[in-house]
C-alpha cells in the first residue's frame, strides 16, 4: 500500500520570503502522480500544483513550484514571495496511474503560518 | 459556475442517531469521491463512484456507512447508529473525468460532523 508523510506538523516564514514544505512517500508503482492541495481555515481544499511521475521537469505554478526527487520518493513545495493568503493547511497526496478509482492518499499536513 | 457544494455544513447528533450528508458535485462531473478527514489529520479516501456506480467502496469503517448516487449526479453519504468516532469532516469531491488519467479532483467545504 502507498504511504505518504509530512514530518512538518508546523513551519512558519517571514512575509515575502521563500519556505520549502516536505513530503516523503512509498510506493511500488512508477507510474503515478503528486499533488500539493492547500486547506484555507474555510476547508475548502484547493489544488496548488501538481506532478505526472514519468516527467522529469519539476512542476511550476507561478510562485509555487516543487523539487521531484523520483529515486528518493520525495516531493517538497516551495513557496516563493511568500504571502499573508499562504497561510494554510498544505497536503501533499498521491494518486495511482494504475487504480482505476483515482483516489488521493493524504499526507498528515502541514500547518503554515505566515508572519507579517 | 457553481463549484462543489455540500449540505448541511454542520451536524450535530446523538450518538445512536442516524444522518445523511448531501453532496452536489460540479455539473456533469462523471467522479465523485467522499474522504473522511479527522481534526488535525489528512482526509482519508471513502468511496468513489463513476456516474451511478460505485466503485470502490474499499475505504468505508464499517457497514454503518452507506453510499449512494442513484442518478450519478447528487450523492448521499449516511451513517446509521452513529458513534463518536465519526465525528470529523467528511468532505466531497468531483472530477470530469473517468478513465485512469482522472482529472482534477474539486472539493466541497465539507460536512463537520461531531456526534455526541
Known amino acids: 500500500a502507498q504511504t505518504v508523510t509530512q514530518s512538518q506538523p508546523e513551519m512558519s516564514v517571514q512575509e515575502a520570503e521563500t519556505v520549502t514544505l516536505s513530503c516523503t512517500y512509498d510506493t511500488s508503482e512508477s507510474d503515478y502522480y503528486l499533488f500539493w492541495y492547500k486547506q484555507p481555515p474555510s476547508r475548502q481544499m484547493i489544488l496548488v500544483i501538481r506532478q505526472e511521475a514519468y516527467k522529469q521537469q519539476n512542476a511550476t505554478e507561478n510562485r509555487f513550484s516543487v523539487n521531484f526527487q523520483k529515486a528518493a520518493k520525495s516531493f517538497s513545495l516551495k513557496i516563493s514571495d511568500s504571502q499573508l493568503g499562504d497561510a494554510a493547511m498544505y497536503f501533499c497526496a498521491y494518486r495511482s496511474a494504475v487504480s482505476n478509482t483515482g483516489k488521493l492518499i493524504f499526507g498528515q499536513g502541514t500547518t503554515l503560518q505566515v508572519k507579517p | 459556475g457553481a463549484g462543489v457544494s455540500q449540505s448541511p455544513r454542520y451536524k450535530v447528533a446523538k450518538r445512536g442517531q442516524d444522518v445523511a450528508l448531501r453532496c452536489d458535485p460540479i455539473s456533469g462531473h462523471v467522479s465523485l469521491f467522499w474522504y473522511q478527514q479527522a481534526l488535525g489529520q489528512g482526509p482519508e479516501f471513502l468511496t468513489y463512484?463513476?456516474?451511478?456506480?460505485?466503485?470502490?467502496k474499499s475505504g468505508l469503517p464499517s457497514d454503518r456507512f452507506f453510499a449512494e448516487r442513484p442518478e450519478g449526479s447528487v450523492s448521499t453519504l449516511k451513517i446509521q447508529r452513529t458513534q463518536q468516532e465519526d465525528s470529523a469532516v467528511y468532505l466531497c469531491?468531483?472530477?470530469?473525468?473517468?478513465?485512469?488519467?482522472?482529472?482534477?479532483?474539486?472539493f466541497g467545504p465539507g460536512t463537520r460532523l461531531t456526534v455526541l
Open positions: 463512484f463513476q456516474n451511478e456506480a460505485q466503485l470502490d
Open positions: 469531491a468531483s472530477s470530469p473525468r473517468r478513465d485512469r488519467f482522472l482529472g482534477e479532483q474539486f
